[in-house]
């Protein structure tokens, strides 16, 4: 009868953190097995070293830790297969094997190594532990996740541009696997705008536990067990002095009162994964969302935040609203659907701050355009020069449109149409195609792109002299090409970057 494999949580470094189960099975185990690296020393054996006594001790050296070697994947392969040998011949004369891993050994443990080589042969039991990211939370004294809130767990050996992104998107997070990563997860936290939220703890729940800022944490002096910790926004806010804390980092004051400022926020064309991380951290700084309702929408509900939804066709006064939040102290997020700065808020924001509210600061973070994202789809339309024109004369007369659309047409240059329709205006389309027929063969390339990036996503390309008003709505754009475009095959349209 063979002996039973038990892969054991010891916590993240105070003894008395241990289980009652994992402190019975390392008792009365008949041999016990750690991981070290090559100086011997074990932080999983230093836990359990009280609770020692005949058991048999298998060290487990690693060959490599964090130095180079041209084949890192391949030595440890084998150090894991050789270690899966000797546990398994003291499971074959029957001896109980207890490897103990610090904190859990599912979560970024190397016992899972040796479970997957092993499992399918002998008894198996894991005994859960206490966490590394538990114990930073805890010495931190604030809640990691409160209420609806996500909590994204990362390893810092990600790329730092994949860190940001994730850190981004997410409520509250906690990076594993410092040390020499540091750095990199320094500049990720700065780039997806967390950095002012994020704690440093180092060796939690033991005697050299360090807690700090991370900001304020110098790179050198950071070992591989430490924890970056990016905690609950929804305690920061419902807790006074949690809240005190955070607003000191923001706070700006005139006149005695607290000022808040307003970001103009792009969310791209539709796709969550266009959202940029810095939009993305501004959208989860922000206190209020205002915005056309349909845009509002796609923002991810966030249960401390006010959302203004209002209807598309008052953008002077939404500014006006958010500036008078951010006036009364708010951070306001005001969003739009592809970038801000074409054809959207950033420009309402912008003129109304410079007129009346010249003390609220204003940001505008750009996304990705509705012609960059339609563009995208087919190729590169938009290759060399190209204008971006409105066909709404809502805002301008229809003869400006004219005006400019000629000149384009006569300039040789694609052009990208934006609102050429809605329920209200039907014979803008036919207009603009009739005349860019005086400047463009019948044959140029048009793409005509519909709800790119949403659940009802058409993208075709038509002849201009082809090109149907009534298929054409408010959620469409069109890209006219050049002279120069070429439409090699269906759905692949491109201006090369060489003229003439």
Known sequence: ???????????????????????????????????????????????????????????????????????????????????????????????????????DPFFYGSYMHLHKRLADRYPTEVVPGVTSVAAAAAALGRPLVERDEVLTVLPGTL??????????????????????????????????G????????ERASTDAQRTAPLADVAPDSVPYFAVGVVPSRVHADTTP??????????????????????????LGPGARDRLTPEAAAALAAADDVVGYATYTARVPPNPRQRVHASDNKVESERAAFALDLA?????????????????????????????????????????????????ARVGAPLGHDYAMISL?????????????????????????????????????????????????????????????????????????ADLVPGEVDMRTLLIVGASTSRWPAPGTVYTPRRYG
């Open 392 to 464: 709404s004369d809502r805002l301008k007369p229809w003869e400006v449109v004219e005006r400019r659309l000629a000149a384009v047409a006569d300039a040789d240059m694609a052009v990208a149409l934006y609102n050429p329709a809605s329920r209200s205006r039907t014979w803008q389309v036919e207009a603009a195609r009739d005349l860019l027929l005086k400047y463009r063969d019948p044959s140029t390339p048009v793409v005509v792109g519909r709800d790119v990036d949403g659940p009802e996503e058409s993208v075709r390309v038509v002849r201009l």
């Open 159 to 192: 790329p730092p541009d994949e860190l940001a992104a994730r850190l981004a998107q997410t409520d509250a997070a906690a990076v594993m696997k410092l040390g020499r990563t540091f750095t990199g997860v320094r500049a990720a936290l700065a780039t997806s």
């Open 241 to 266: 002095t949690a809240r005190a804390e955070t607003a000191a980092l923001i706070d700006r004051e005139v006149d005695g009162h607290r000022l808040g400022d307003v970001v103009v926020v792009g």
């Open 327 to 375: 006036r009364g102290g708010r951070r306001v997020a005001v969003v739009s659907s592809g970038d801000p700065g074409v054809f959207a808020m950033a420009s309402a924001v912008v003129e109304v701050a410079a007129a009346d509210y010249p003390d609220v600061p204003v940001r505008v973070v750009p996304g990705v355009s509705a012609a960059q994202a339609v563009a």
């Open 1 to 103: 009868m063979t002996g039973t494999l038990y892969g054991v949580g010891v916590g993240p470094g105070d003894p008395s953190l241990m289980t009652v189960r994992a402190v019975d099975l390392v008792r009365g185990a008949d041999v016990v097995a750690y991981h070290c690296a090559r100086h011997g020393r074990s932080h999983a054996r230093g836990i359990v070293a009280q609770y020692l006594g005949t058991q048999v001790e298998e060290q487990l050296t690693y060959p490599v830790t964090t130095e180079s070697t041209d084949d890192y994947q391949g030595r440890l392969d084998a150090f894991y297969a050789e270690a899966a040998a000797r546990l398994a011949a003291h499971l074959d004369a029957g001896r109980d094997v207890v490897v103990i891993a610090e904190g």
């Open 194 to 201: 967390r950095l002012d939220e994020a704690f440093y703890v």
